[in-house]
């Protein structure tokens, strides 16, 4: 048997071999924030030459890469990128992913946004058949917070503020926001729930990935990795 943190080694080695394969030398790569895109970008560190640059989705992620000699650029400097590689907290039947345990939700969904296909990398205890037992993050204006509380708590969830791990400080994103942790969401329709949320005032993005979902699972289990497309 396998260890979680093997699973994720190997995803992240899979990971390197799907991008190396397909995406042509000189090209900008997204790459995601936590566990398994450390991995990732560990793995990728012997081929940087492959590549032109990163566009990086948190400042955590930015060091990384940096520290390995990777030129970092701006996401305002590019239209598009071939390919986003990230991980995900779940991921249902459909590609639709919750994100967000790490605190870079919203710079992992811009930096999503502009790339051509997703690469979704965890190991199979993310896969699932309804997302939310997993709580959904949703970054807001800390002006905000009671009042967003309040309508996330008429969607059926139980609202945490999210501290600082070990403290009782706030925990502060790279946009300087706060994050609201929602416990408690049977998430069926992840399309509709990440546009009723994003319409209330003060939120600035919330942890579905549904309009903008994985392309390509390479997923970690007792077999291996297996490929799986959306």
Same mark, same amino acid.
């Given at each position: 048997?396998?260890?979680?943190?093997?699973?994720?080694?190997?995803?992240?080695?899979?990971?390197?071999?799907?991008?190396?394969?397909?995406?042509?030398?000189?090209?900008?790569?997204?790459?995601?924030?936590?566990?398994?895109?450390?991995?990732?970008?560990?793995?990728?560190?012997?081929?940087?030459?492959?590549?032109?640059?990163?566009?990086?989705?948190?400042?955590?992620?930015?060091?990384?890469?940096?520290?390995?000699?990777?030129?970092?650029?701006?996401?305002?400097?590019?239209?598009?990128?071939?390919?986003?590689?990230?991980?995900?907290?779940?991921?249902?039947?459909?590609?639709?992913?919750?994100?967000?345990?790490?605190?870079?939700?919203?710079?992992?969904?811009?930096?999503?946004?502009?790339?051509?296909?997703?690469?979704? /990398?965890?190991?199979?205890?993310?896969?699932?058949?309804?997302?939310?037992?997993?709580?959904?993050?949703?970054?807001?204006?800390?002006?905000?917070?009671?009042?967003?509380?309040?309508?996330?708590?008429?969607?059926?969830?139980?609202?945490?503020?999210?501290?600082?791990?070990?403290?009782? %400080?706030?925990?502060?994103?790279?946009?300087?926001?706060? /994050?609201?942790?929602?416990?408690?969401? %049977? /998430?069926?329709?992840?399309?509709?729930?990440?546009?009723?949320?994003?319409?209330?005032?003060?939120?600035?993005?919330?942890?579905?990935?549904?309009?903008?979902?994985?392309?390509?699972?390479? /997923?970690?289990?007792?077999?291996?990795?297996?490929?799986?497309?959306?």
């Amino acid at each position: 048997m396998y260890t979680q943190d093997q699973l994720k080694a190997m995803v992240a080695e899979a990971a390197k071999d799907e991008v190396l394969k397909n995406m042509a030398p000189g090209g900008i790569l997204g790459v995601g924030t936590g566990s398994t895109a450390n991995l990732f970008i560990d793995a990728i560190a012997p081929h940087q030459s492959h590549f032109a640059g990163v566009v990086s989705s948190s400042q955590a992620s930015t060091e990384r890469l940096q520290k390995h000699g990777f030129k970092v650029l701006d996401s305002n400097s590019v239209q598009s990128l071939p390919m986003y590689v990230d991980g995900a907290d779940e991921i249902d039947p459909h590609g639709h992913m919750l994100k967000g345990g790490g605190g870079a939700l919203t710079r992992e969904k811009i930096v999503a946004q502009l790339a051509q296909s997703f690469i979704c /990398i965890c190991d199979g205890s993310k896969q699932v058949d309804v997302m939310g037992k997993f709580p959904l993050p949703v970054e807001i204006i800390p002006m905000a917070r009671a009042q967003v509380a309040r309508e996330l708590e008429k969607l059926g969830g139980v609202v945490t503020l999210r501290k600082v791990k070990g403290a009782d %400080s706030v925990y502060v994103t790279d946009n300087q926001g706060w /994050i609201l942790d929602v416990a408690g969401l %049977s /998430i069926k329709d992840p399309v509709g729930l990440e546009s009723q949320i994003n319409q209330i005032p003060g939120v600035v993005c919330n942890g579905l990935f549904a309009r903008r979902k994985a392309n390509v699972l390479l /997923i970690g289990e007792a077999a291996g990795v297996r490929r799986q497309t959306y």
